[in-house]
């Protein structure tokens, strides 16, 4: 393996919390030496990373990659490859595909095709078998395998038993249960966020309440089952509260926000006149909740950003708005939609190093995942941002099969240039190392 | 005369008062040449229109219908049943097909919200909204508004009760943007779980009790209430519905004495409104049928006639 030194940067990590010039010296796969006017090495790679940000590699926690069972809206490879473009160096697959990865089999078959990846790809296995909450999957199984934590997420898990029962069981195994908090029966056939802009628009609503109700529960259920509960894709300001209750409480929970959350509201549909990009769950919600969401995220009761990446076929999308799919792919904006709300200053409060936290420190240390840190020792999982290139969104350059995202056409300042998965360059400048 | 400057009705929330008074107008016109024996004008002769309805209709459906007739414009009608979307194929694929064939003009009903936003923004044609889910209905909010205009001679600082299920009632939002944007004030009454979340979206105001809420109104309009409702559970039964929300000569006591009894039709005898008001001279139901055909015709002379004269 090569020896290759990042030159020059401004290094944020979080996990030391380190913010300032230095040299980054990676050898074998591992991070060698983190110091100023470091001498490349004989033989080694050099990276200028002048007027650059080299962070440790991000972490999305949550994505759907659609394989197996619909490739025609993403698979491992192309997810993997828009992750790497994205500036991501590790993703979380959740289960819910066809088959779904409720087995080992499956498992085995999302790592293997993972060897050809861009990045870093753990597999999240279902909590459920089919994940139809009714019993429970093989977690011990499925962790032996390689799974990296469990979730029916797409649906909850409807009844408390069998809920409390994964929570009890998963404990036992030190294992992780990320929780997709929704009352079925409240969402009913809710099209967007309950409120004034529904009225208006004549769509069904999904109330706050149909989140905040199955949240409330898992976390009474967490008090007794001592799991490890992650929640998924927080929405509602009433959520944020409950969370930060818990967490003052002592509870061992932890939670997750995803960028369009924190940039839009239901005002997204109405003004783009009904887009079905802008159609998701959980809904994009009210100014107010927005505004919770980011008060949470910079208090620290938010721990990490997921792009919740759900991507589908344009087919799909393209049609009237109750007749599309929920969903809004993100690996390609998560990081610049983030870098331009840092650089803009519109977020008093949010700096790089609580971004770098949210996106990387944070998920690797929920996951359990050697990362996340630029120490020695560390896995030479890099990110290198460019915070003056400025572009704009433009879906049809993605390297997803997916095009679906209610930001194209945004300007934003602020992307990645490199990523370097154990200590492989796997982006350049927006280009995709070929696999061998 | 004026035109609109626009392609496409869509709702009457986007539209401006001046626009509506233009078609208000034109109605009127339009109403004189159905009153003469032979109702054909060669306005629009040349001139192809798709009628494509994704939801049952006989009242707008044959209104429509009958406006294109009346102004000599060639029309295809495609009902639910009978379209390709049960064969599978797209909103999309279906009117591209259709307007190669040299349509002009779309009138669509559709069961989904925004459908008549999606259909507009692929097609060149002109599309007019005749229903989207429970979004709006603006021909059956103008129709409403000339109805009432032609009784009352106005709409400016009239008080207009709007009674029932608010809250799934594309008739309703359409005639709330309308009325309000013409001066009208509107007041809204039902059961709370009939109403829209967040109501004061609207500008409007909200009193529970009938009796109040019609006291001293110049307009009352009961909105049809669809029976899935009831299984939905918002309300008990409809003996409940009829005795606290529906139309009687005692629930509407407190109103003007010249009020104009509404209904966009079909009623439900005896839930909505009782027979007795529905049939008393106070009713203007069918009236406002007689409107809806003006103001279809209206709409198509607008939108086909004025602008593209060759």
């Known amino acids: 393996m090569t020896t290759l030194l990042i030159k020059g940067g401004r290094v944020v990590d979080s996990f030391s919390n380190f913010d300032g010039q230095a040299d980054l010296l990676i050898k074998d796969g591992v991070i060698e030496a983190l110091e100023k006017g470091l001498k490349p090495p004989s033989g080694s790679e050099t990276i200028d990373a002048q007027d650059l940000i080299v962070m440790p590699g991000l972490i999305d926690m949550h994505v759907h990659l659609r394989d197996p069972g619909y490739e025609y809206k993403e698979d491992i490879i192309t997810g993997s490859r828009a992750a790497a473009a994205g500036g991501f160096t590790a993703i979380a697959a959740m289960a819910n595909t066809d088959p779904v990865c409720d087995n080992p089999t499956t498992i085995h078959y999302v790592l293997e095709r993972a060897g050809n990846a861009a990045v870093n790809v753990y597999p999240i296995g279902a909590l459920t078998k089919g994940l139809e909450g009714k019993e429970m999957a093989e977690l011990g199984r499925m962790k032996n395998a390689g799974a990296i934590a469990f979730s029916d997420d797409g649906r909850p898990v409807v009844n408390g038993t069998i809920m409390r029962n994964a929570m009890q069981y998963a404990a036992g195994l030190d294992a992780l249960v990320i929780a997709h908090e929704e009352d079925l029966d409240l969402a009913a056939k809710g099209m967007m966020h309950e409120g004034s802009v529904s009225s208006v628009l004549g769509l069904r609503g999904i109330p ?17 089952t001592g799991a490890r509960l992650h929640i998924a894709h927080v929405s509602t300001a009433g959520s944020v509260q409950l969370i930060r209750r818990a967490k003052a409480e002592g509870l061992t929970v932890t939670a997750e926000v995803t960028p369009h959350h924190l940039l839009l509201t239901d005002r997204a549909v109405k003004n783009s006149g009904y887009n079905t990009n802008t159609k998701v769950k959980p809904p994009l919600r009210s100014e107010q909740d927005r505004q919770a969401l980011w008060e949470g995220l910079l208090d620290g009761t938010i721990d990490a950003i997921a792009s919740d990446h759900a991507p589908h076929h344009t087919d799909d999308k393209d049609v009237e708005f109750d007749f599309a799919p929920f969903g809004i792919a993100g690996l390609e904006t998560t990081l610049p939609l983030l870098l331009d709300e840092l650089f803009s200053g519109r977020i008093k409060g949010l700096t790089l190093s609580l971004l770098v936290d949210k996106m990387s420190t944070a998920p690797a240390r929920i996951l359990g995942l050697n990362g996340g840190a630029l120490q020695p020792g560390s896995a030479a999982d890099v990110t ?11 879906p049809e350059t993605w390297h997803s099969k997916s095009r679906n995202t209610p930001f194209a056409g945004r300007q934003l300042s ?18 995709i190392a070929e696999q061998e | 005369m004026q035109t609109l400057r626009r392609k496409d009705i869509l709702g009457l929330e986007e539209m401006s008062a001046e626009e509506i008074t233009l078609i208000l107008e034109t109605a009127r016109s339009m109403r004189e040449i159905m009153q003469r024996k032979i109702k054909k004008v060669p306005t629009l002769r040349g001139r192809t229109v798709l009628n494509l309805f994704y939801e049952p209709s006989t009242r707008t459906k044959a209104s429509f219908e009958l406006a294109q007739k009346y102004m000599s414009a060639d029309s295809v009608s495609v009902a639910g049943t009978s379209s390709s979307l049960v064969k599978g194929e797209t909103l999309k694929d279906t009117v591209r097909n259709v307007e190669v064939m040299g349509i002009e003009c779309v009138i669509m009903r559709h069961p989904v919200s925004g459908s008549a936003y999606y259909l507009a923004r692929n097609v060149e044609a002109s599309v007019i909204n005749a229903g989207d889910g429970m979004h709006e209905h603006p021909t059956q909010g103008l129709l409403d508004m000339f109805t009432i205009l032609d009784k009352k001679g106005r709409l400016e600082e009239l008080k207009v009760t709007i009674v029932g299920d608010i809250r799934h009632s594309r008739v309703a939002r359409s005639n709330i943007w309308g009325l309000q944007k013409m001066g009208a004030e509107v007041v809204v ?12 979206a609207f500008g409007i105001k909200y009193c529970p009790c009938l009796e ?14 669809q029976k899935e409702r009831q299984e939905g559970g918002l309300f008990p039964t409809l003996r409940e519905y009829a005795e606290i929300y529906g139309l009687t000569s005692q629930s509407i006591a407190k109103a003007k004495d010249d009020l104009l009894i509404m209904h966009p039709g079909p009623i439900n005898r005896g839930v909505e409104i009782s027979s007795e008001l529905a049939d008393s001279n106070r009713s203007v139901v069918l009236e ?8 279809r015709m209206a709409l198509l002379y607008l939108l086909m006639g004025g602008v593209k004269e060759e």
């Open chain 1, 208 to 224: 706050a309440s149909s989140e905040e109700a199955m949240l409330a529960r898992d976390l009474m259920l967490l008090k007794t």
């Open chain 1, 384 to 394: 290198i941002v460019d915070p003056k290139r400025s572009f704009i969104v433009n």
């Open chain 1, 414 to 431: 602020g992307a990645p240039v490199w990523t370097i998965v154990g200590g492989s360059v796997v982006m350049k400048e927006g280009v």
């Open chain 2, 189 to 200: 009454s039902g059961p709370p779980t009939l109403m829209p979340p967040d109501l004061e």
């Open chain 2, 212 to 225: 109040d809420a019609v006291d001293g109104a110049d307009v009352v309009m009961a909105l049809r209430l």
């Open chain 2, 288 to 295: 406002q049928v007689t409107g809806g055909v003006a103001i």
